[in-house]
DNA sequence: CGCATACTGCAAAACGCTTTGCGCATCACA
DNA sequence: TGTGATGCGCAAAGCGTTTTGCAGTATGCG
């Protein structure tokens, strides 16, 4: 008797819990919302029917009623990807403690017509407010102004420099540069080159300057945030015979491609070369040897957006909301060390 | 002038459009559907000024009215996994080739209040549908199958006995178990212990048993799929003084969690011990040795349940919708091999 | 010229809910 | 008993669409 044979069955309205009750259809919303006082003894038979009936009321008519849905979106460009899974986890956690609902969606590293399709949920009411997170130069920047001069928007993971009225929450990508360069130049390097991620991103231009504070002159290449990026790159490195004895990953990732490449040419990590990543992905700690990284708390930039989204929505106004900078932290592993003596050198 | 300073603008209606066209609100509906013909000129007059406008219809409204959202829901344990990421992945490629819209929400694994919320989304109407990922054994499965009693559903990854007459989309889990322990048998191994995943489900009891066609008395031990729980169980069986040179793992992780301990032990991988995982995630082809593993196609199973889905929400019906069973493949890496003699033995 | 036959456009009725304006009891207090 | 306050329920007016029944204007054809 599943769906498979009896499609579609009309669900219940107001009106008919209101007509088994005996009251009006006014009655039974009073008691749904509080909004006025019922008579307890009326109120107990309608809430006993309610649950009977298993009585749900239907969003689109109440959202079209009360002009707020209680939903908010939240665009990434890969809900496959590790770190966007957890910034839409802490989101989903902050939404649901604010008992809100949130609506995850791919933008497919922002295709323009996925990007548009949710730009237009918001617009068609769909959802109150939007969470955006840039996975790269966004395509549809012009699209994102007209909806946030409208609509209640905040920016995850990225700021966007000319949407600077927006919102946004991210981490301390500056400093986590700096740590790491920091702690590499200790260990006695000299000669550095950073894996970057996307160029465009503020978030690598930031951790690019924050290592350059140690090493000025630091040859920066731009990955994609993938594996395989980070092993290329550092393929091209080792075939136009570039000289280093350390590797900045713009993350993780990229950073255990380019620990894949270097080991494949026959360099030790991190005898040969000191390898650092930052994101602080599970795996890094597990891969041999244990990888030296910056630690940002994801999850956080998830939760602190769809805080101050929906804080916004429920004030009327971003007017005195400011932007959440979180904190990161140097985690030492076993991928960065002093210069080994070369054996063969 | 972001929403910083200009809360909430009314958006447009199409009542608005149909006034500055000088033409009524049928008219511009029909315009926009195209299900009766209008006046070229008016048509191009009207569609010149909704761009102008930038007017968007209501989806509450038009829910409405016409009874679908277009929309389907994808509930999982957790977002940030890569498991269900991987899922969610395939079913929003496939919603958005159908022209329909996916709305992704964690369960936290299966966390009634929220597993409740999301029954709900199909019950207010909000969604037409929706796909079930069930993490371990379900907390509300009564609640499910109510919904499912007259919503449409379908199970992705896991079938559930229980609910038979709902179509599901699995992987050859038995098949896979088989293809492994046939490869681990023919290495000559004879001892074997299985690391498998929450006992309550189909995956995992139907991959045992494919395995213990080879290994009929292999012992099994369940983990939760996170790596820490192979590197536990391993770390019993040691303890225990438990004889085996090969393990199986449930998934990827916790093959990789379970190598990790075996080299805290001394043991070697391959030469002591085989380990074989299930999944081929990505970090599986590189982590050194790379493992051997069962490759499923994960975003197929997101894609085909959406397909499914939305097949049956078209026709009303999921009379004549049969189940997919997805085929595995098994990838020999490095973490296989014939024992080697123990040079300490 | 008269009568079907499109072709277009309008008014109005839902869809299911929230909210407001009223009115009828009931009650307290003088 | 009069007066004001309070409690509680109803009817009805939207919210922004889609869809249906009608009607007015051309057009085709004998």
Redesign the pocket.
Known sequence: MFFVTEPNT?????????DAA????????????G?????????LRIKRLIDEFG????A???R????RSRMIGLAVPDISNWYFGRIARGAEEMADELDYGLIVCSTFNSDPRREKRYFNMVRT?MIDGLVYTAGREMNEMNELEKVALSSPVVLADEGINRLSSIPWVTSENFEGGRLAGAHVRELGHTKAVIIGGFAGLNSTVERVAGIREFFPNALVLNGDFEMQSGYDLVGDLLANDVRFTAVFGGNDLMAIGAIKRLREAGLRVPEDVTVVGFDDVEIASVITPALTTVRQDVVSIGRNSARLLIEGLEAGTFEGTSSVILPVQLVVRATSGPLAPDPRR
Do not use: E, F
């Open positions: 009309k669900p219940w309205t107001m009106q008919q819990i209101a005996g009251v009006s259809v006014t009655t039974v919303s009073h008691t749904m919302s909004k006025r006082p019922v008579n307890p003894q009326t109120a009585y749900v009321p239907d689109g008519a109440r079209l009623q009360s002009g009411r």
